[in-house]
């Protein structure tokens, strides 16, 4: 180091100073490049979206056109009643509030239980839990109907709910989280005499909070869009899910392709403004415990 | 595995600095611990470790929807093996889609991770935006795929105004419907994965890249050395999550082509819906559901394998 000469160090600088010229001109190209491959990315969403506005008889129109005679923003009224679209949102939402209010209060729990208490078979029970978490729902359909139908369960709203609620993903990452809150915290609140119950809903519930909103942002987006389920477990538009009812408008023809374009963009909103909304949620939950969000 | 924790875990609680001596009382918390545990443990049992096992055993019955099961010992797995061709296609389309998505979703996201994270202004936006098509549902983004992909939708528009000629059927063609079901997918679920490439990609020391620049490696040189080792955990990991829910490959098909044309495109969990649910044979679906459950085993036990010798730790 102490025998580089001066002109040696100019010259090092100056071509440091182009290098970062040059890179400075690649990222504004890079920039251009990347923003149009984004645009072209989102062609779908952005076709579903201008084809949603169209007049019925505007959708295949030869060449394509991105804007149809009239825009008809009517067709997202039209499809509230031309299938039970309402419905179908209506029920999707209380499947996923419920579900994942499910989750979120027995995973706590459990996970408390996990890295709080002692007891015995403690590491064997987690192991087993663990051992679940590998086993994809599909494995499962075939006997989860079966009991369904012992239950007297099919098409019903529990039927959506309770078989997908305690799956071990919740409480293995809750436990996670609590395992890493320094007991501190616990001793003042033990000293004041509280008990498990006051220390996990005053103390441990706020400080894993991030996490408990990584859990319910995955679990929503889970509850939403499950389609094998509820394809299965339910036959009557009084049950039927939004990714359900939007299989069956596909599948009845009438080429109302407008309006199944409408009803997609509706299906969207919730999940997309939920992941815009905690996306760093999100982003910590991906980096973090790797599992989930499919 | 049945340990006993009672004792086992004052050692064992590297955190719990002082609590050896605070929690003399040998019991534990037994009762608490079940009163905690008791809604999520019973759930768990009935909905989750029952069903799994339950699998299993319904596996290896005859059971017709609404009828009742007889023992069938091996003979459903024989019969998918020897004497089902539909089951061996649905088999080789899920092989074909999880070799060629896989290797596509990586490469294409590890690029665009790259390519997103230096000195892009927004480039939170351009994230989120690659991600939407991940977290909406898998039949819209579909739906919107099949729209277009009809023998006179948007593409056979744009590809008579180019070409001057109709564009082959996508979705009526065996050559190209499974294609079309990987591109669909790969559209779909890059985004999960750029994620992941995303972050890692963050947490490699800046100082260390400019060290490597300095020293006049060149920024593909900067990639292959330095980055992908470095961030090679990530990549693992999202190899093997990106394995094991591909072989799991369902709506795509499903929606798009309905598993057609013919079988081009039956996938194993198509084949497992259609033997339970069109054709009733619940034993046999769930012995498909136990294959499946094996073949992602196997590919994830390979995949750990590999990784031991690929896989950069510090």
Known sequence: MSRVDVPVMARKTESLKAREKKRRRRGYLSQVLLTLFVIAFMAPLVWMLVTSLKPGGEVFSSPPRMVGSQVLWSNYLEVWTYVSFGRYMLNSFLVSVVGTTLVVLTSLASAYAFSRLRFRGRDGLFFVYLGTLMVPQEVVVIPMYLFMTQLGWVNTFQALIVPWAFAAFGTFLLRQAMLSVPRELEDAAKIDGANHFMILARIMTPVVKPTVAVLVVFTFIGYWNNFLWPLIIVNDPEHTTVPLGLNGFIGQGGGQWQLIMAASTISMIPTAALAIALQRYLIRGISLTGLGGR | ?314
């Not at chain 2, 490469?107 to 991770?113: H, N, P, Y």
């Not at chain 2, 990639?223 to 990106?242: E, H, L, N, W």
């Open chain 2, 1 to 314: 595995m049945a340990l006993n924790v009672v004792e086992g875990t004052e050692e064992r609680d590297v955190r719990g600095r002082g609590i050896a001596s605070k929690n003399r009382r040998r019991r534990g918390d037994g009762r608490t611990a079940a009163g905690f545990l008791a809604p999520s443990l019973g759930g768990f049992a009935i909905f989750t470790l029952g069903p799994i096992i339950a699998s299993i055993v319904v596996a290896f019955t005859v059971w017709p929807t609404g009828g009742s099961p007889t023992a069938a010992g091996f003979s459903n797995f024989v019969r998918l093996f020897t004497s089902d061709p539909n089951f061996i296609q649905s088999l080789k389309n899920t092989l074909i889609f999880v070799f060629a998505y896989v290797p596509l979703n990586i490469v294409v996201s590890l690029a665009l991770a790259t390519w997103i994270s230096p000195r892009i202004r927004g480039q939170n936006a351009y994230r989120v935006l690659l991600f939407i098509p991940v977290v909406t549902p898998m039949v819209a983004n579909a739906a919107v795929w099949q729209l277009a992909l009809l023998p006179s939708g948007v593409i056979d528009g744009i590809w008579v105004s180019v070409f001057g000629v109709h564009a082959p059927n996508f979705l009526g063609s065996p050559t190209y419907a499974m294609a079309v079901v990987v591109l669909m997918s790969l559209w779909q679920g890059l985004g999960y994965n750029l994620m992941v490439f995303v972050s890692a990609l963050e947490a490699v020391p800046e100082s260390m890249l400019e060290a490597a620049a300095i020293d006049g490696a060149s920024t593909v040189q900067q990639f292959f050395q330095i980055k992908v080792p470095m961030i090679s955990p990530a990549i693992f990991f999202g190899a093997t999550m990106t394995v094991i829910t591909s072989f799991q490959v369902f709506v795509q098909p499903f929606v798009l082509t309905a598993g057609g044309p013919g079988n081009s495109t039956s996938t194993l969990v198509m084949y497992l819906y259609r033997s339970g649910f069109l054709f009733h044979k619940l034993g046999y679906a769930s012995a498909i559901g136990v294959c499946l459950f094996v073949i992602i085993l196997v590919v994830t036990g390979i995949v750990f394998l590999a990784q031991k010798r690929l896989v950069h730790y510090e």
